[in-house]
């Protein structure tokens, strides 16, 4: 496990990075305007993104580093963010599950996303 340290502070977030590898992730927290029902109200968009090198072998004893990236992007007004921590709670409990079944390199789950209504 990686300790991140803060990288960099930024108008819309911050950056942490491994200062011993090329590990970093991302906040980055915008807002926007949005109508719900006739109301106009405010729209969060957070983003979280990680991105690393992979060392890996292309070949016989052929290495290369394979830039790999992971981000979530939630959306919603703040009056459903209790919705919005259901929903993204609810599914990284099964990211695992996916991992395992190989979704994250092209194949279709097996096991089904379960949400809490």
Known sequence: ??????????????VYADPA?????????????KTLNGVTTKNCICEIIANDENEVEVADSIMAKDAVSVRVRVSGSPLSEARLVSIITAIGAKLATWGAEHCFIGFNPTTKPTIPV
């Open 21 to 33: 590898s090329n590990l970093t992730v991302r906040f980055r927290n915008t807002s926007s305007q």
């Open 1 to 14: 496990m990686s300790d991140l340290t803060l990288k960099q502070q930024e108008n819309t977030g911050v």
